[in-house]
Every structure is written in C-alpha cells, then in structure tokens.
C-alpha cells in the first residue's frame, strides 16, 4: 500500500525557518516525481514546488521561488520541504503528493494527511 | 504563468439533477486537464485526467470533456455522496495551477 506520512509542521514566527519531511512507502520512491501542495484555511489546494525522481528537475510556485526550497533522500525514501523567510500567508497544511505519469500527461495520484505550518506574527 | 478560472464558483441542486462545472484556462492545455473532489477534512481526490478519462473506482455518473482552453465536469445524476467542493488542475506547465473551486451544495 502506498503511504506518505508528512510531519514538521508547527507554529512558527513570521520571518523564522521550518523544514517538512515526507516519509513514503509502498512504492519505488526513486522513480517518483513528488509535490508539496498547501492549502490554506478555507481555501482551494495551492501547487507549491515539484522534484523529479534522481532530484535533479525542480520547480517551485512564484510564491515561494527564493524561500523555499524542495529535496529528497532516495535512499531513505523521504521528501523535504526547506521553508525560510515565511510568511503569514504560508499559513496552511502542507501535503506531499505523489505524481502518476502517463504517456502524455500526468496527475496528483497520492496524498498525505498533510501537516499544518501556523505562521504567526 | 496559466490562470483557471472555474464557474459556477457554487450551486445548489437537487438529488438526481444533471451537473456541469466548466474550467476555462487562459492559454491552451491540450488536454492536460484534471479534475478533483474535495470532502471536508479530507485530501482531494481525483475524478478524472487528461480532460475526459475516468479514474479508476470513481462512479460512471462523472465524466469530463474538453480541450485546448474550455473543459466541463458533468455529474449526470447527483447523488448524496456528490455534495462536495470539486477542483480542475492543469498539468501542462509550472506552475501546476488549481481553479478556485466549485462548491456543490444541496438544495
């Protein structure tokens, strides 16, 4: 069975540091492409950044581009989320998500429980 | 960047109505278009992908439809289980944008 178990996420001051970690299971993480995706309170989800399977592709949302950044440990099957700089507005639960590939396209296949980052001021 | 926009941003509607959500993306997508539902609480979960194919396990009352920049999600008899908060994404270029949701509520 596929898992992806998120933890990290507390209350933190605006400005301060936080680093999310994935823990995944179930499936050949190195052949993966892996997101965070947040979704604030009362709000739709938000595509936060993406890292290819070796980790050397990634992206990141305008958002959080400079202050955010995305890895991975294949070889203890994690995922991370290294968030500097934040903001009240990253107020939100985090989820990893693992993505499905398909000839011509892709989706969010799986999905943690998410962890909540609390930025407060 | 590709912006979605999704209408309606709600309704309300009966058991056993026909439902159509459209999501409009503001350059052409082809058809790397998907659609979620989301529950109170929970993950979202996806519907369908690539515009017009059903997930796996997912009833056959769903089904979408669209390509280049106009896509639809129809539910074509509205069941109890429906009433929920539903989602379309473009996987086509970074970054991956969501629309901001259609909430689907009974009458």
């Known amino acids: 069975e596929v898992q992806l178990v998120e933890s990290g996420g507390v209350v933190v001051q605006v400005g301060g540091s936080l680093r999310l970690s994935c823990e995944v299971s179930g499936f050949i993480f190195n052949d993966s492409t892996m997101h965070w995706v947040r979704q604030a309170p009362g709000k739709g989800p938000e595509w936060v950044s993406v890292i290819s399977g070796d980790g050397g592709t990634t992206h990141y949302a305008d958002s959080v581009k400079g202050r955010f950044t995305i890895s991975r440990d294949n070889s203890k099957n994690y995922l991370f989320l290294q968030m500097n700089s934040l903001r009240s507005e990253d107020t939100a639960l985090y989820y990893c998500?693992?993505?499905?590939?398909?000839?011509?396209?892709?989706?969010?296949?799986?999905w943690g429980r998410g962890t909540p980052v609390i930025v407060s001021s | 960047d590709i912006q979605l926009t999704q209408s309606p941003s709600s309704l309300s509607a009966s058991i056993g109505d026909r439902v159509t959500i459209t999501c409009r993306a503001s350059q052409g997508i082809i058809t790397y278009l998907n659609w979620y539902q989301q529950k109170p609480g929970k993950a979202p979960q996806l519907l369908t992908f690539a515009a017009s194919n059903l997930q796996s396990g997912v009833p056959s009352r769903f089904s979408g439809g669209g390509s280049g920049t106009d896509f639809t999600l129809t539910i074509s008899s509205l069941q109890p289980e429906d009433f929920a908060t539903y989602y379309c994404q473009q996987s086509y270029s970074s970054p991956f944008t969501f629309g901001p949701g259609t909430k689907v509520e009974i009458k």
């Open positions: 998500v693992k993505q499905w590939e398909l000839r011509t396209s892709w989706y969010f296949h799986v």
